[in-house]
């Protein structure tokens, strides 16, 4: 099982509307949660980080984690098409000297204006 | 807005040459990274770098490769004999000391092609 898995899409969804996107994971270590935005080429942009289970929102967009189904999602609310991008969940365990970010394979998002 | 600038964007080089990319983290960051994409794949972690040493490295970070700070403000990653599989971006980060690990800023990386 790999410890990150995340749905590569692609997605395809109309402006306005709301997106889900999630990921599972199987490493009970990971404590810190992370979702960055890839536009194509580009490297990847820090969206939101959290650590705890529950919602954590931040404009349109919210972090949602469960910590006991080991899943979390990114919601996009209003959704623009500047939000078409790659995004990626990552995620870090809380070990000591462990420093890597693990990351899902991406999700391709398009929103159709 | 501070940000992780990468030299070159673009690299170029023959199987067994060596290589250098370059890296300027954010300046009052203390913690640095080196992560690679082969394309179509995901980011997958390489070396981390704190206090002048190697904190953490994976198993794709082997003899061949090495990091170095060789001043205040530039962080580099050199791959002594490529290899066609080494074609990929690579990925410079940084995050700051109080913050912590989870907010790791990435570069807009450097796309090395290895033929």
């Known amino acids: 099982q790999k410890e990150v898995e995340q749905d590569p899409g692609p997605l395809s969804v109309p402006e306005g509307a709301i997106v889900s996107l999630n990921c599972t994971y199987s490493?009970?270590?990971?404590?810190?949660f992370m979702w960055y935005r890839q536009y194509s080429r580009k490297g990847p942009e820090l969206l939101m980080y959290?650590?705890?289970?529950g919602n954590k929102e931040d404009g349109r967009f919210t972090a949602q984690v469960d910590k006991s189904s080991k899943y979390i999602s990114l919601f996009i609310r209003d959704s623009q098409p500047s939000d078409s991008a790659t995004y990626l969940c990552?995620?870090?365990?809380?070990?000591?000297?462990?420093?890597?970010?693990?990351f899902g394979t991406g999700t391709r998002l398009t929103i159709i204006p | 807005e501070p940000e992780v600038t990468q030299t070159p964007s673009h690299q170029v080089t023959q199987m067994g040459q060596e290589v250098i990319l370059r890296c300027v983290p954010i300046?009052?960051?203390?913690?640095f990274y080196w992560y690679r994409q082969i394309l179509g794949q995901k980011v997958e972690f390489l070396v981390s770098?704190?206090?002048?040493?190697?904190?953490?490295k994976s198993e794709i970070f082997d003899d061949q490769f090495s990091v170095e700070r060789p001043d205040g403000s530039n962080f580099t990653l050199k791959i002594r004999s490529t290899k066609l599989e080494d074609s990929a971006m690579y990925f410079c980060?940084?995050?700051?000391?109080?913050?912590?690990?989870?907010?790791?800023?990435f570069g807009p990386g450097t796309r090395l092609l290895v033929l």
């Open positions: 490493n009970s270590a990971f404590q810190y």
């Open positions: 959290t650590y705890s289970s």
């Open positions: 980060a940084s995050s700051e000391a109080d913050m912590g690990k989870e907010t790791q800023y």
């Open positions: 300046s009052n960051h203390l913690y």
């Open positions: 770098f704190y206090n002048n040493e190697i904190s953490e």
């Open positions: 990552a995620m870090i365990s809380t070990n000591f000297g462990n420093e890597k970010l693990t």
